[in-house]
């Protein structure tokens, strides 16, 4: 088929890129992922959103008008990931999310394709979804339903690749063929709470990912973390998160404050985003009243500066090494 | 010796004096948190995570300050989501422990599953909350409570209508602060003693010598329920709009909110992403879809403008704030929004405020600063 798609690269294509991906590629629908986060799109992300909202909107704002600038993308599609497990929402701003883009990108309104997402829900809410994406480029209804089942599949192999020990972005190479670096053990296992589109997004996070990696620090990062250790840890908190990532993130952290392997924790949230005020301060208080783990909070926003957070992060881990007795 | 257990809630607006007369009814002590004050503020953003939403902090404020009080029981409303308000008592109790308070709270929430669990943790709170009294005490206080609250709200409507037609400047004002004490004074257990009350306390604002003038500018006010009807927080908008001279209309009351989003619940979300589906496809929470809502209907109306008030980084209203832009461009109709936070400064806003009832005088087409003479 003659069609492009855009799926732009910020906030759940960092969770379901591969759902979507093998999606659209069953339907032989042509996709492109907008480039990595750079300055550029950084700065038209602000140019185009309201100024209290998070910065990991803000950039996804700069995404979509990247795409939706570009000639030889004919639609862009923009998510809305309602629920993610029974009863648990995603942030407002997330599930309001396609109508924001519409709002500020008035003139690109009928290039936009939308799709409601309840995901671990009745199986049937996610393949009308899946339906209606495909009766948008006119295409029979058992060819949709085949590709639903063969995007489903796949997605399972990338989620077994994940629970595997692999991080996002090493599991999306692999699940696309390529090869990944193989990482030397370190002695020092550090624990990654956050939301996915923050820790995983190499820009907006100063390249956090990456100085822990020439620091010779492992790392292990909160959605690496099956469901059923996530569920045990329901006990400690006062009362169930009602936001999907936000638990996830969350828990991890609890998990991580119990093992004895993790020897620090770093928790990263965005500037303006109102879930992580929360659970970054249970997790703190938690951590008061009980072990008493390194734990650091680093909060990214428009002008996260490369030199401040390198000593930051080098002073965090030299404590810890300092705390084993290693220097 | 049995210890004595004084209860505390939110104070929001005057919805204070409808919650005090339950409380009266039962034989209960309560304590009410004083408004807004620099100190109250200052306690709040010191103890509050930073990226919290503006009432959380504060509410906490109000909380530490009842607390060294004496009250050790708090209530608040609870939920599940997707707005943040629903985890506001289960923070808000992490963060008092950690300061070393001690004290016993209760979240007046529906139940949830698991039915096991959830069904007699509900019944805990409800007996919690009324103790085992006889259903006669209930009623009357709940009766009490209510019609409290309503008289409260016809006061206060009463008001906004005398204040931009009074004849003597500053009347209506000294005149409704004594209508509420009147009201909140009276009564106790005793309904037809309040019903008295306010009689005497309409009686009072009825008085008031006015002109009649249907022409104002009108403005409608949508946006987040704490910030709209607490006046303490939203550096009274509404006081300082009546007395430019033009006619307000709250979009949320007590009252309404009850009979939209409790009784008539689902009737009214039909209702609601139906008129706004062009714009939003999705219930976000807290109050965000009811701002377009209420916008688009006080077109409908025929107001002039829609001011639109929110905390800063309340999750629902920031969504909202976006998709207003295009409401207000598709509908023409003017909005100012209007996000607060503790750095909200008075100067800067009351120029704003000017500007927005200019920029309406404009577009009706009268001239510039006849009617906002007397601020």
């Known amino acids: 088929m003659d069609i492009t798609i855009g799926i732009p690269r910020g906030l759940y294509y960092y969770v379901y890129y591969p759902l979507w991906k093998s999606f659209f590629d069953y339907l032989s629908i042509k996709t492109v992922t907008s480039i990595p986060t750079n300055k550029e799109i ?44 029974k009863g648990k929402h995603s942030c407002p701003k997330l599930i309001a999310l396609p109508d924001l883009m519409k709002n500020a990108f008035i003139n690109y309104k009928n290039k936009i394709i939308e799709g409601d997402f309840y995901i671990g829900q009745k199986e049937k809410k996610l393949l009308n979804e899946f339906l209606k994406i495909g009766r948008n480029f006119d295409i029979e209804d058992k060819e949709i339903k085949n590709a639903y089942r063969y995007a489903k599949n796949s997605f399972k192999k990338f989620l077994n690749l994940k629970l595997n020990g692999h991080n996002f972005l090493q599991a999306l190479d692999l699940w696309e063929g390529k090869d990944i670096d193989q990482v030397e053990k370190s002695d020092l296992l550090i624990g990654i709470v956050g939301f996915p589109y923050d820790i995983y997004d190499d820009f907006l996070n100063g390249g956090l990912l990456e100085k822990l990696k020439t620091l010779s620090v492992d790392f292990i990062v909160s959605d690496m973390i099956p469901q059923f250790i996530l569920r045990k ?30 020897q620090g924790i770093i928790v990263l949230s965005s500037f303006g985003c109102g879930l992580s005020a929360i659970y970054t301060r249970l997790l703190e208080l938690y951590n008061k009243k009980t072990v008493k783990k390194p734990l650091m909070i680093i909060t990214i926003d428009e002008q996260t500066g490369d030199a401040g957070l390198q000593t930051r992060v080098e002073a965090f881990v030299d404590m810890i090494r300092m705390k084993l007795g290693e220097l | 010796m049995k210890k004595e257990y004084i209860y505390s809630f939110p104070r929001m607006g005057y919805s204070y004096i409808g919650f005090k007369a339950f409380f009266e009814a039962m034989d209960k002590k309560v304590i009410i948190p ?39 029981i708090l209530i608040s409303l609870g939920g599940y989501g997707p707005c943040r308000f629903g985890y506001y008592m289960p923070l808000h109790e992490e963060i008092l422990r950690d300061l070393g308070y001690k004290f016993k709270t209760i979240t ?32 009357n206080a709940g009766r009490n409570a209510v019609y409290k609250m309503l008289y409260v709200e016809q006061l206060e409507k009463k008001m906004h209508y005398l204040i931009p037609r009074e004849v003597r400047k500053g009347e209506t004002e000294k005149i409704f602060e004594k209508a509420l004490d009147i009201l909140d004074k009276s009564g106790g257990k005793n309904f037809n003693k309040i019903k008295d009350a306010f009689n005497e306390a309409k009686a009072l ?53 009850t009979l939209h989003r409790v009784i008539y619940r689902k009737k009214h979300r039909e209702h609601m992403m139906n008129l706004i589906k062009p714009y939003l496809g999705e219930f976000i929470g807290g109050d965000g879809q009811e701002s377009i809502m209420n916008t688009i209907l006080y077109k409908q109306k025929g107001y002039d403008g829609v001011i639109h008030i929110l905390p800063f ?52 087409g009268e001239g510039l600063n006849e009617i906002v003479s007397g601020y």
């Open chain 2, 108 to 139: 007046i929430e529906p139940p949830i599953a698991p039915w096991n669990i959830g069904i007699p943790k509900f019944f805990h709170m409800l007996y919690d909350l009324l103790g085992f009294n006889s259903p006669f005490k209930l009623y």
């Open chain 2, 205 to 257: 604002m009825d008085n008031i010598e006015h002109i009649k003038n249907d022409n104002l500018i009108k403005i409608g006010i949508v946006g987040e329920i704490y910030m709209v009807l607490d006046h303490d927080n939203n550096l009274d908008i509404e006081k300082k709009l009546i007395n430019m001279g033009v006619d307000i209309d709250r979009s949320l009351w007590v009252s309404s909110w």
């Open chain 1, 233 to 262: 840890q329901t006990k400690k908190i006062p009362k169930d998160l009602f936001w999907h990532q936000s638990n996830v993130a969350l828990k991890a952290g609890l998990y991580f404050l119990a093992k004895k392997e993790i």
């Open chain 2, 34 to 72: 004083p408004p807004r004050n620099q100190e109250v503020l200052e306690l709040g953003v010191r103890y509050s995570p930073e990226d919290m939403c503006f009432p959380f902090k504060i509410l906490l404020g109000q909380y530490i300050k009842v607390l060294e009080e004496g009250a050790n």
């Open chain 2, 313 to 364: 980084g309340c999750l629902p209203e920031i969504s909202a704030k976006e998709i207003l832009t295009n409401v207000s461009h598709d509908y023409d109709i003017p909005v100012l929004s209007l996000s607060f936070d503790e750095q909200t400064g008075e100067a800067g806003f009351v120029t704003r405020l000017e500007a927005f009832i200019d920029l309406l005088l404009q577009r009706r």
């Open chain 1, 42 to 85: 950084l700065n038209e992300g602000i140019k185009y959103s309201v100024d209290d909202i998070c910065v990991s909107v803000k950039c996804y704002h700069g995404h979509v008008k990247k795409l939706l600038d570009n000639k030889n993308i004919d639609y862009v599609f923009i998510p809305r990931v309602i629920t993610e497990s």
